[in-house]
């Protein structure tokens, strides 16, 4: 079970940082992932962080923007939000597979868990 937490009203130029907190035992042999849904859109894939925390991978749309970590203590996984843009506006989505130590999927399809979603409006 995934608990996606966070979201919210923020201005353009503003940050936040939204949470996912995971239930279960085998935590440190899950890949995850951030998707999101705006309006009248299809889910897409945001960023998701492999097994090794060192094995991340963005959307051409956040890098250098938005960071994806997790702590595998408390069996979190977090995305840090910056300079936001009102384009970023959607549901976001935390979602979990478990993976081999090498990969690390980037496909809605691959992913088993999901959270409920938290909503970030970006205002301009």
């Known amino acids: 079970q995934l608990q996606a937490s966070g979201g919210g009203l923020v201005q353009a130029g503003g940050s936040l940082r939204l949470s996912c907190l995971a239930s279960?035992?085998?935590?440190?042999?899950?890949?995850l992932g951030w998707f999101r849904q705006a309006p009248g859109k299809e889910r897409e894939f945001v960023t998701a962080?492999?097994?090794?925390?060192?094995?991340?991978y963005y959307a051409d749309s956040v890098k250098g923007r938005f960071t994806i970590s997790r702590d595998n203590g408390k069996k979190m996984v977090y995305l840090q939000m910056n300079s936001l843009e009102p384009e970023d506006t959607a549901v976001y989505y935390c979602?979990?597979?478990?993976?081999?130590?090498?990969?690390?999927?980037?496909?809605?399809?691959?992913?088993?868990?999901w959270g409920q979603g938290t909503q970030v409006t970006v205002s301009s």
């Open positions: 962080i492999g097994r090794s925390s060192s094995s991340t």
């Open positions: 279960g035992r085998t935590f440190s042999r899950y890949s």
């Open positions: 979602a979990a597979v478990e993976t081999i130590m090498t990969y690390t999927p980037i496909t809605e399809e691959d992913y088993r868990y």
